[in-house]
């Protein structure tokens, strides 16, 4: 699979726990945000999204919250579970083209 | 509906040769984008494309780079020559509207011996 770097922050939780990943954007005009989920070997993969109008939207176990006056973003995961251990990206569009935020690596622990 | 599809998934090549990635997108997506991860760095924005127009290139990192997507469909990525500093995961993204969720391919690992 691929590779990982050495200096992703790291979140490790126990199975049934809720997570919470947290990410610091820097455009103050960015509107749309995304939060992307990548398993080992494969490509980021879609989780939720959330529009500068919004301060909170829900998924299935999933909630992203938006602070637009510090900056923040988080996705909070409910009841953790194996299957959820990857690395979390943010994503924020400026204009028209999407930018990724470092990753954080979610671990479960069973 | 078919996802994002990227040939090679790998491709190791001396320093020198010359190398193309292929990404066919999402049919029916008229935005697609080029993205690379370098080992122990963020997923790093190259260019996007909006059919056959190149909407923004800037990330593209020096003229050793050639991305074409004649017809608007498959995109094509060239290194030429290919350097050491080249070797990352390059990822294609394609999506049906500006600002809207990109779906991602699973990458080509690029390895420059």
């Known amino acids: 699979g691929e590779s990982v770097g050495l200096h992703l922050p790291t979140l490790s939780v126990q199975e049934g726990d809720n997570s919470i990943i947290n990410c610091a954007y820097s455009n103050s005009a960015s509107d749309y945000f995304i939060w992307y989920k990548q398993e080992s070997g494969k490509g980021p993969q879609f989780i939720i999204d959330?529009?500068?109008?919004?301060d909170k939207r829900q998924g299935q176990r999933v909630t992203v919250l938006l602070n637009k006056t510090v900056k923040h973003l988080s996705l909070q995961i409910a009841a953790t579970q194996p299957g959820d251990s990857a690395v979390y990206f943010c994503?924020?569009?400026?204009?028209?083209?999407?930018?990724f935020g470092a990753g954080t690596r979610l671990t479960v622990k069973p | 509906e078919a996802g994002v599809t990227q040939f090679p998934s790998h491709s190791v090549i001396e320093k020198g040769q010359t190398v193309t990635l292929r990404c066919d997108p999402i049919?029916?997506?008229?935005?697609l984008y080029w993205y690379r991860r370098v080992m122990g760095k963020e997923i790093k924005f190259l260019l996007h494309?909006?059919?056959?127009?190149?909407?923004?290139e800037s990330g593209m990192p020096n003229n050793r780079f050639l991305a074409e997507r004649t017809g608007g469909t498959y995109s094509t990525l060239k290194v030429q020559p290919a350097e050491l500093e080249d070797s990352g995961v390059y990822f294609c993204a394609s999506s049906r509207t500006l600002q809207g969720p990109q779906h991602f391919g699973d990458g080509t690992r690029l390895s420059i011996l």
């Open positions: 994503a924020e569009y400026e204009s028209n083209d999407m930018r």
């Open positions: 049919s029916g997506h008229d935005n």
């Open positions: 494309f909006v059919k056959e127009s190149k909407q923004d």
């Open positions: 959330i529009r500068s109008n919004m």
